[in-house]
C-alpha cells in the first residue's frame, strides 16, 4: 500500500480518506474582518522587496533552544525554517505530501512503514548528505530517556533494534503497536524534523545547544535568550524551492528575526510603527489595526486550535512518566473538588459561551463540544453537537444547585485556582481566564488567580506537580484524534488531562487495532466518556490569525496544523509592488 499524499488527518492506508474542508460549517466561522483573500497576481509580482529582514513577533516560545526534544512540539516554530521533515503539511489542503520523503507504504498489519527518500540533499555548514541514517537518529533523539517532547511516548513505539535503513534511501521503520495514523508523527505536527547524525556525532550534545543544523532554506545564525531568534536566508538555490505546487520558487527574505514578546499591546505598537511586519494579536486589536491602520489579517487555511479548559488533577497516580498507572488508586489528589463530576459539571454551566464569542473573539470562533475531536475525522458523533446545550449549556441557577448537591453552600464554595499566562496563537488566554472566572464566581466557586509563564507551567505540570493544580484553557493544535488520545488520555502520558481506568482500557484496544472502522469505534467510545463526564470545559474552535502589514507582506499560506499551530515561515511572500497588497 503505497502513498505519496494523504490526508493531514488520520491516513487511511488502504483506502483515500477525504479531505478536510477549509469551508466546512463545523469549522469555518464567519469573520468580523475577514481574512484577506489571495490575489491571483501574487506569484507574478517582480518588484523589490522593501526590507532584508522580515521581522515576525509572537508570543514567547514553550521552550528557548536549539534542541527539537527539549520542548513540548510547541517550540518547533524556533526550526521552522532551518529543519525539515520527511513528510509536510500541505498549506492549502490539509494532506500529508512528501518532503525529505518521495513516498512511503504501510504494511498490512500496520506496523512497518517503508519510506523512500530524496537524494542529493545537504545539511547546512558542509555536514553531509540527508540519508536514512539521519532518520534513524533523529527518531532516537525524539525517544531518548530524557526527552521531554509531547510525544516522546508515540516516538518511543518505533522499535529502534529492527527499524533499520535498507540502504542509504530507503527505510523501513517499525512500530511495536500497529498505527496507521503514524505519518502525525513524522511531519511537523509531530515534532518530525530530521536532525544531522554526522554532526552529532563529531559535536554531540554541545554542538546541537550551539548550533541548530538541518536541510531547511534559512541557516540559523543565533538567539538572545529571552529576546528574539535569527535566521540568514542559504546562499545557493534551496533543493525544494523550485516554483511547483505551492512551494515558492525562492524564499523572500535574506534575513528573518524571530521576536518574542509577551504582551499584544507591546506586539500591536511595533506593527503600528514598522518594526514589526507580522504578529499575533487579540481579535479585537487585529480588528481596529484593520480598520483604524489599513493592517490586514492573514488566517490559517483550516482550524489551528481547539479551546479547553482542563481541570489540573483529574488523572491517575502513576509511578513515573511513561508508566501507566495500576488504578490501585482512582485520583492522584482526591480531595481536589473537580473529581467530583457535579462540580465539572457546574463549572461548564457557570459560563456564557455566547457572551465569550461576542466579546473576545469578535464572533470568529465555532463550538466544539468534545475536546480532541473534530466532524471530518474517524471517531465523530454528531450528536455531540444536538446534544450539547443539553448537557452543556448556559444555567447558572443549574450550576449552583449542582454545588449544592456536592455539599457546597452560598458561603462555602469549591476552591478553584485559575491559571493566568500568554500563549502563543492564543492571544486572548489571559482576558479569557479572567473572564471565566467572574462567571465561575457568579454561582459560587472560590476563584482564584495565579500568574504563569506557559514554558514554565508546561514543564512544571508534566510531572503532575502539586502546584499546577489550577484550572487553565489549553489550545491543543488540530491533530489526529488517535494523537490527542495517546497525549491525554492514556494514562502514564505526558499531557495526562483526563484519565481513568476505562479510557485507559479503550486505548489499549485502539493501541492494538489495525483496523480503521475498529478503531474509529473505540475511538467513538472514548469521546462519548469524554463528553458525558464533563472531562473538559469545551469551548471553541479558532483559525490561527496573524496580522500583517500589506506595505511588506502579500500572502502567507500555512495550515494552522503544524505541531506550534503556526509555520511554513519559507511561504511568506513580500509585497512588490508600489501599492499595498490587499
Known amino acids: 500500500m503505497s502513498a505519496t499524499a494523504a490526508p493531514a488527518a488520520p491516513a487511511a492506508p488502504q483506502q483515500a480518506q477525504a479531505e478536510p474542508s477549509p469551508t466546512a460549517p463545523a469549522f469555518r466561522a464567519a469573520a468580523t ?65 512528501p518532503q525529505l520523503a ?42 531518548q530517556d530524557d526527552s521531554i517532547l509531547a510525544y516522546a511516548n508515540d516516538w518511543r513505539t518505533i522499535d529502534l533494534e529492527v527499524s533499520q535503513a535498507v540502504s542509504d534511501h530507503e527505510l523501513q521503520l517499525q512500530l511495536k503497536n500497529p498505527n496507521p495514523d503514524f505519518l502525525f508523527y513524522i511531519a511537523p505536527s509531530g515534532g518530525g524534523v530530521i536532525m544531522s547524525k554526522a554532526f552529532w556525532d563529531a559535536e554531540g550534545l554541545d554542538g546541537y545547544q550551539e548550533d541548530m543544523i538541518g536541510t531547511g532554506p534559512y541557516r540559523f545564525t543565533g538567539r538572545e535568550l529571552g529576546v528574539n531568534v535569527t535566521y540568514e536566508k542559504l546562499p545557493d538555490r534551496h533543493w525544494r524551492l523550485n516554483g511547483e505546487g505551492s512551494n515558492p520558487p525562492e524564499v523572500d527574505w535574506p534575513f528573518v528575526d524571530l521576536r518574542w514578546i509577551s504582551e499584544p499591546a507591546t506586539r500591536n505598537a511595533g506593527l503600528l510603527g514598522g518594526e514589526i511586519h507580522l ?82 473573539f469578535s464572533g470568529r470562533v465555532t463550538i466544539s463540544p468534545v475536546g480532541g475531536f473534530y466532524p471530518n475525522l474517524p471517531g465523530w458523533d454528531p450528536t455531540w453537537l444536538e446534544r450539547y446545550d443539553e448537557l452543556y449549556g448556559y444555567d447558572p441557577e443549574r450550576a449552583r444547585e449542582l454545588l449544592a448537591e456536592a455539599g457546597y453552600t452560598e458561603d462555602d464554595g469549591p476552591d478553584q485556582k485559575l491559571m493566568v499566562m500568554n500563549i502563543f496563537g492564543f492571544p486572548e488566554s489571559p482576558d479569557l481566564m479572567q473572564a471565566i472566572g467572574v462567571m465561575m464566581a457568579d454561582v459560587g466557586f472560590e476563584v482564584t488567580y495565579e ?102 507582506i502579500d500572502t502567507w499560506e500555512f495550515p494552522g496544523s503544524d505541531g506550534a499551530n503556526y509555520g511554513h515561515f519559507d511561504l511568506i511572500r513580500a509585497c512588490r509592488t508600489a501599492d499595498p497588497c490587499y
Do not use: C
Open 33 to 97: 474582518v475577514a481574512p484577506t483573500a489571495r490575489p491571483a497576481q501574487a506569484a507574478e509580482q517582480m518588484g523589490e522587496i522593501k526590507v532584508d529582514t522580515l521581522v515576525i513577533a509572537v508570543d514567547p516560545s514553550a521552550g528557548e533552544t536549539n534542541l527539537p526534544w527539549a520542548g513540548t512540539v510547541d517550540h518547533h516554530q524556533q526550526m521552522d525554517l532551518v529543519m525539515e521533515v520527511l513528510v509536510d503539511i500541505d498549506a492549502e489542503q490539509n494532506i500529508w505530501v
Open 451 to 552: 500568574e504563569w509563564q506557559f514554558n514554565t507551567f508546561v514543564a512544571e505540570r508534566r510531572t503532575k506537580k502539586e502546584n499546577t493544580l489550577g484550572m487553565w484553557v489549553v489550545p491543543p493544535s488540530y491533530k489526529t484524534v488517535y494523537a490527542q488520545l495517546s497525549l491525554f488520555n492514556r494514562s502514564g502520558s505526558a499531557g495526562h488531562f483526563y484519565e481513568t481506568e476505562e479510557l485507559d482500557e479503550l486505548f489499549f484496544r485502539l493501541s492494538n487495532s489495525a483496523d480503521l472502522d475498529e478503531r474509529a469505534m473505540i475511538q467513538n467510545e472514548m469521546g462519548d466518556i469524554i463528553f458525558e463526564e464533563y472531562a473538559y470545559i469545551p469551548l471553541f474552535y479558532i483559525f490561527i490569525e496573524f496580522v500583517a502589514n500589506p506595505e511588506i
Open 279 to 360: 504578529t499575533e494579536l487579540t481579535r479585537e486589536l487585529a480588528d481596529i489595526a484593520v480598520t483604524n491602520h489599513g493592517m490586514k489579517v492573514i488566517q490559517s487555511n483550516f482550524p489551528g486550535n481547539q479551546l479547553w479548559g482542563v481541570f489540573e488533577g483529574t488523572y491517575s497516580l502513576n509511578e513515573a512518566p511513561g508508566i501507566a498507572s495500576d488504578w490501585s488508586v482512582q485520583w492522584m489528589y482526591p480531595d481536589l473538588p473537580a473529581t467530583d463530576i457535579r462540580v465539572r459539571e457546574a463549572a461548564n454551566r457557570a459560563i456564557d459561551k455566547d457572551l465569550l464569542i461576542d466579546t473576545l
Open 102 to 143: 518521495t513516498g512511503w507504504e504501510l504494511s498490512e498489519d500496520g506496523t512497518q512503514w517503508t519510506f523512500q527518500l530524496v537524494e542529493g540533499v545537504q545539511f547546512h555548514n558542509d555536514w553531509g548528505e540527508f540519508t536514512a541514517h539521519d532518520v534513524l537518529h533523529s527518531a532516537r533523539m525524539m525517544a
